[in-house]
């Protein structure tokens, strides 16, 4: 069973950054896909980064060269850093890792706004 854990969201001026983390239980982090995805308000969720075990990444057009994704093994962690925020960044941040399924975290609130 994987658990993930998400932290680092809140409110902040368009402009700013935010680092975002999830933190991940169980033995097969090393494996895993990992992936923050975001869902605005009346708007579908979209991926916005993903990394994979290897470490190679991808990233949504909308984000590229502001966001970064990366991945701690020994910490079991996952990581968004987000700079130059915009208020259309403004959404919830969702965690997501998969294997041979899909786990997802509960969501943490990013807010870009003056």
């Known amino acids: 069973q994987v658990q993930l854990v998400e932290s680092g969201g809140g409110l902040v001026q368009p402009g700013g950054s935010l680092r975002l983390s999830c933190a991940c239980s169980?033995?097969?982090?090393?494996?895993?896909?990992l992936g923050w995805y975001r869902q605005a308000p009346g708007k579908e969720r979209e991926l916005v980064a993903a990394?994979?075990?290897?470490?190679?990444?991808n990233y949504a057009d909308s984000v590229k060269g502001r966001f970064t994704i990366s991945r701690d093994n020994a910490k079991a962690t996952v990581y968004l850093q987000m700079n130059n925020l915009k208020p259309e960044d403004t959404a919830v941040y969702y965690c997501?890792?998969?294997?041979?399924?899909?786990?997802w975290g509960k969501g943490t609130l990013v807010t870009v706004s003056s």
């Open positions: 997501n890792a998969a294997l041979t399924m899909a786990y």
């Open positions: 169980g033995s097969i982090f090393r494996i895993l896909a």
């Open positions: 990394i994979t075990s290897g470490g190679s990444t």
